[in-house]
């Protein structure tokens, strides 16, 4: 956009619709100053969405996957399209009871009609859609493509879920969140209230996919982790407002990974007799760090000739994954590594699958001590 060399001659509008411009062609992001607390900024927040983000025609056509062919499939924002919404966040009302936030990118939602959960595959009735203001849910017949919504009625929707007309399925692109990364281990103060705990953990755990919680196997404690010490603060203070649940919690603890940096190649040989059959295994591998970009471990089998037979491949893969959970300095786990299993031997009689899987744990134990581990 051009303007004239006076200063004056640019009006509130023009750069109103440039800046506006530039935030759709996403070559500009605006930042506004604000606080949740006493709602400092938030007016002047929604003007800003108002004014400059892009509406849904601005946009091109949204891409999704058909689960039945593999093959991506554009929707348009179109009323008349096929329906498709994004689940993008589940909460829980007091009066209405769970709510299901939804995306509308194309068709039309009537309410009381049923929808597919293209993760679970089934059905799901949507019996009423709400338009949400803050606190306050108004009623309304049908959503259209555009449209922001809350479903109540679901039975299995998370966040995340994309949900279509069931003649028209497709899998839009989810929702990726961050791994906890600090622990509390937490208790209810009285005994009675470990139903309410159990019942308040559920329901937060399914509104907030960074939050999660599991049962230490060794101290039997309850461990809630999430993103940092505010987010558990607030969760904790919720259960007491929301669930009336007063909690005991320990200290914080932090979710340290291990990870190998260098490159291993080592010959595990497990060998053990006890009078009847015995136990025999052999595997040489080379250990090393993941180039891959998902986490978990990358498993190239490059055994020739039947060195090792190929039902035994599985035990030792799952050897080395079971094992990734103990790393070998402090015995926190192993985020992502790789192994190249690439010969070994076996005894017709003495050599079964739990063989190959301890082989695989006691060589991944002496390799990666070599490997220069690290903590992150």
């Known amino acids: 956009m051009k303007f004239d060399e006076d200063p004056n001659s640019i009006t509130e509008e023009e750069v109103m619709a440039a800046v506006r411009s530039a935030v759709v ?28 983000l892009p509406s849904p025609m601005d946009l091109p056509d949204v891409i999704g996957t058909n689960p039945d062919n593999e093959k991506e ?5 179109d009323p008349k399209q096929p329906f498709s919404a994004l689940a993008f966040k ?59 919504c809350a479903g109540v009625g679901f039975k299995d929707i998370k966040t ?20 906890p990364v600090i622990g509390y281990a937490i208790e209810p103060k009285k005994q009675v209230d ?3 705990l159990s019942n308040a953990i559920t329901k937060l755990v399914e509104e907030d996919p960074t939050l999660s919680v599991y049962t230490d196997e060794e101290t039997g404690q309850t461990v809630l982790r999430g993103m940092g010490e ?4 607030i969760i904790i203070d919720r259960m007491k407002r929301e669930f009336k649940v007063e909690i005991n919690q320990g200290a914080p603890q932090v979710a340290y990974k291990e990870a190998i940096t260098s490159n291993v190649q080592h010959k595990e040989v497990y060998k053990k007799q006890t009078g009847g059959r015995g136990k025999f295994a052999d595997i040489q591998f080379e250990l090393m760090p993941s ?29 080395f994954e079971e094992a990734m959970r103990n790393g070998p300095l402090a015995g926190y786990p192993i985020d992502a590594m790789r192994v190249r299993l690439f010969d070994g031997s076996f005894h017709e009689v003495d050599s079964d699958s739990l063989s190959f899987e301890m082989a695989a744990r006691l060589g991944f134990r002496e390799a990666a001590r070599k490997a220069t581990p690290n903590l992150d």
Request: net charge neutral.
């Open 160 to 179: 995340g879920d994309t949900l279509t007309d069931e003649k028209n399925p497709l899998v839009l692109e989810s929702m990726s969140f961050p791994e």
């Open 194 to 196: 470990v139903d309410k």
């Open 73 to 77: 499939e554009p929707r348009k924002a």
């Open 25 to 52: 062609d996403m070559s500009m992001q605006p930042v506004l100053c604000g606080s949740a607390f006493k709602n400092k900024g938030v007016q002047a927040l929604l003007d800003a969405v108002c004014s400059y």
């Open 291 to 319: 180039q891959a970009e998902k986490p978990g471990l990358d498993f190239a089998n490059e055994i020739k000739g039947g060195s090792i037979p190929k039902e035994f491949i599985p035990a030792i893969q799952k050897g």
């Open 230 to 233: 505010l987010h558990l603060e």
């Open 90 to 148: 589940i909460a829980t009302d007091p009066f209405v009871g769970r709510l299901c936030f939804m995306r509308v990118y194309s068709g039309t939602l009537e309410s009381g009609s049923y929808i597919l959960n293209n993760r679970t595959g089934k059905k799901e009735r949507i019996s009423r859609l709400l338009q949400m203001h803050a606190n306050r849910q108004n009623p309304i017949d049908k959503v259209e493509a555009g449209d922001i």
